[in-house]
C-alpha cells in the first residue's frame, strides 16, 4: 500500500484485505478444532469489512486521510535570544535557560545546553515463543569531527524457522556498519539530508534480507519491521517501516497538552481501519489481523521508508519497542511508567513484566533514551 499526500487508496486497501480473507481461507481449509474456529471468525471479520469498503467505493469515495503519519510533535517557532532554544509563540520565559524572552542587551547570547543520553534497552522472548526474533541495539557512533552521535534500532523479525530471528539481525548489523562508514565522513547538516542518509542505509539493509531469502532454501517470506533513531546534538532522526514504535514522552508536555505522542505510523491493516472508522484503537489491539503488516524490510526488492526529524528537549524520552510491547498496554500505561521511574532501565524491566504478566504473546523489545543537561 502506497500513501501519498497523507491519503491512501481504498481500492489498495480493499485488496489487502482481500488477501487476508484468501490467507483465512487456506488456514481453515488445513485446522481443526479451535484453530478452525479462529479461522472462521476472521473470515467473517474480514468480509464485514469488505462489505463497507465496497459500500464507500459505491459512494464514491475513492480515498481516506491517514491520521497518524509522523507527526513532528513539538512546534517552537520563537528563537530565545540567549541560548537559541526554540520556544512557543507567546512564551515569556525560555524552557531552556529561563531567562526572559525579551531581548536584552545587558545579556550575552550562549550556546543552549548541551543535551546527555541515557538509555536502556531490554529485549525478552515473552510467555509463548520459542524464539526470540526480535533484535534491539544502543550505542553510540563518533563522527569525523568529534561529535558524537547514538543510534537506537528495534526490529521484529518474521518467517517462521528462525528466518525472523536472521532477518532482525541482518537488519541491524547492515545498518550499523553503513551508517558508521558514512558518519566517517561527517554528520548530514539539514534534516532532508539525514532522511536522505538512513533511506540509503535502510535500502541496503532490505536488499540483502531480500536477497538472502532467495538464496536460501526455506527462507522465502522472512522479513523484519525496523524503527531507528539516531539522536545527534538537540534532533533525533527516525526511520521507520512496520509495526514496531518511537514514542516521544515528557511529563511536561510534548504539544496539545499531552505528556506523549507515537511519533511513527504503524503499517498495519488494523492502523489503517482505523483511519477510516471501522475499529476503534481498543479493539485494534485485540484484532486478529492486528499483526498482519503491508510494509516491511526484504520481503520484497524494494520498499518505501518513513523518515521524521523530532527536535528534542530537557526531560524528552523517546521510547522505541517491539508490537510485543503496545499489543499488552496502551500508550498512556507506557508513558506513564517511564515518567514515573526515574531509572531507564527500571522502567525497560517493568514494561516487560507488565506485558508478559498480561499473557507476553509476542517477543518483546524496549528501548528508552532520556534527554538530560
Not at 471468525?41 to 465496497?54: G, T
Not at 467505493?57 to 513532528?72: C, D, K, N, Q
Not at 515518567?339 to 518483546?364: F, H, M, P, T
Request: charge should be neutral; charged fraction near 20%.
Amino acid at each position: 500500500m502506497r500513501v501519498s499526500a497523507d491519503s491512501l487508496s481504498l481500492r489498495e486497501l480493499l485488496a489487502v484485505v482481500e488477501s487476508g480473507v484468501f490467507y483465512w481461507r487456506q488456514r481453515l481449509d488445513q485446522s481443526e478444532g479451535v484453530a478452525r474456529e479462529q479461522a472462521a471468525a476472521a473470515i467473517k471479520e474480514l468480509s464485514r469489512i469488505l462489505d463497507s469498503l465496497a459500500q464507500q467505493l459505491v459512494a464514491g469515495r475513492e480515498t481516506v486521510r491517514i491520521t497518524a503519519r509522523m507527526p513532528s510533535t513539538r512546534v517552537a517557532p520563537l528563537a530565545c535570544p540567549i541560548c537559541g532554544r526554540g520556544n512557543r509563540s507567546g512564551a515569556r520565559y525560555c524552557v531552556a535557560c529561563g531567562l526572559p524572552m525579551r531581548p536584552d542587551s545587558t545579556l550575552v547570547p550562549r550556546p543552549p545546553p548541551e543535551l546527555h543520553l541515557t538509555v536502556a534497552a531490554r529485549t525478552n522472548i515473552g510467555m509463548v515463543r520459542k524464539v526470540n526474533e526480535d533484535t534491539c541495539y544502543s550505542g553510540e557512533f563518533a563522527t569525523v569531527d568529534g561529535k558524537i552521535g547514538t543510534l537506537l534500532l528495534v526490529a521484529d523479525g518474521m518467517g517462521g524457522h528462525q528466518a525472523g530471528e536472521v532477518a532482525s539481525q541482518m537488519a541491524a548489523d547492515t545498518l550499523k556498519a553503513a551508517l558508521r562508514e558514512a558518519l566517517r565522513a561527517g554528520v548530514p547538516g539539514a534534516d532532508e539530508a539525514w532522511h536522505e542518509l538512513l533511506r540509503r542505509v535502510t535500502l541496503m539493509a532490505n536488499g540483502r534480507i531480500y536477497e538472502h531469502s532467495r538464496a536460501m532454501p526455506g527462507a522465502r517470506g522472512m522479513g523484519t519491521t525496523l524503527t531507528l533513531a539516531m539522536v545527534a546534538g538537540r534532533r533525533a532522526h527516525i526511520a521507520h517501516v512496520g509495526d514496531s514504535r518511537a514514542y516521544l514522552i515528557n511529563p511536561g508536555g510534548v504539544g496539545e497538552g499531552g505528556t506523549w505522542a507515537q511519533l511513527t505510523a504503524d503499517h498495519s491493516l488494523v492502523a489503517r481501519l482505523v483511519d477510516i472508522g471501522q475499529l476503534t484503537p481498543e479493539q485494534a489491539r485485540v484484532h486478529p489481523q492486528r499483526n498482519m503488516i503491508y510494509r516491511s524490510l526484504g520481503t520484497d526488492p524494494t520498499v518505501d521508508v518513513d523518515t521524521l526529524s523530532q527536535p528534542l528537549a530537557a526531560g524528552d524520552a523517546l521510547l522505541l519497542c517491539s508490537d510485543g510491547l503496545d499489543t499488552h498496554l496502551d500508550d498512556a500505561e507506557l508513558a506513564q511508567i517511564v515518567i514515573d521511574e526515574a531509572s531507564e532501565v527500571r522502567a525497560c524491566e517493568r514494561l516487560i513484566a507488565l506485558a508478559n504478566q498480561r499473557g507476553g504473546k509476542d517477543n518483546i523489545s524496549v528501548i528508552i533514551a532520556r534527554a538530560r543537561t
